[in-house]
């Protein structure tokens, strides 16, 4: 072989594995902004799901007013009922949007080795060990919070729907008096005054 020779084929292994070195780079490439898109979309998420609360407490704070400002019983209980309403489907949004944000955990999580060994210890436990995990466990923590506040205030709503005339601020009328009988005769004020017009001509007649 020549000396020529040896230097193509030199200079071909030389750009195979050039090649080769590319596409391990873009490989990295497309993981890293995976990684980044997820993390950008679990922001996001996280985000809203805080953003969520605090308009339910808004809607719900401004309905319970409004009902107890209604002066008829009708219109406040459909008011209630729209609150409570309001906070249950509150409640479904904010699982769904943690469910979302798992999702975006659990891609960010296969990037390390960690997720790995979990995934194995995780095939390792028993299913019964796995199911009391998934119902007993308080990982979302938060989520469950605000889950028992709204629904706390679902039912305070409800019992405002079913006793809509117990939460009102406006006073109740005062109950009508039945109107007074006339008085047989002459009134007290009548003879006082006849009395007087009858004192006043006699002293005018006395000399």
């Known amino acids: ?32 902004l995976a990684f980044l898109e997820a993390g950008q979309h679990m922001r996001a998420l996280n985000q809203l799901m805080w953003q969520v ?38 409640v479904i949004t904010l699982w769904r949007l943690r469910h979302l944000i798992q999702k975006e955990i659990d891609k960010q999580s296969r990037f390390t080795a960690e997720r790995a060994i979990s995934d194995r210890d995780e095939g390792k436990k028993c ?22 506040v709204l629904l706390a205030a679902a039912v305070v709503s409800i019992f405002g729907a079913c006793n809509a005339e117990k939460f009102s601020t406006t006073p109740a009328p005062l109950p009508t008096s039945a109107p007074s009988k006339p008085s047989q005769g002459k009134s007290p004020v009548s003879q006082a005054v006849i009395k007087t017009t009858a004192s006043s001509s006699v002293s005018k007649k006395s000399p």
């Open 127 to 148: 299913w019964i060990k796995r199911a009391y995990t998934a119902v007993f466990s308080f990982t979302p923590l938060v989520v469950r919070c605000w889950t028992i």
């Open 53 to 90: 609360p605090n308009i339910a407490m808004a809607i719900t704070g401004g309905l319970w007013y409004g009902a107890a400002n209604l002066h008829a019983q009708e219109p406040r209980v459909w008011v209630f009922a729209f609150a409570a309403l309001a906070d249950c489907m509150t």
């Open 1 to 32: 072989m020549t000396e020529h020779q040896q230097e193509l084929k030199k200079l071909a292994k030389q750009q195979e594995y050039a090649l080769q070195l590319e596409k391990v780079k873009w490989v990295q490439r497309k993981q890293e």
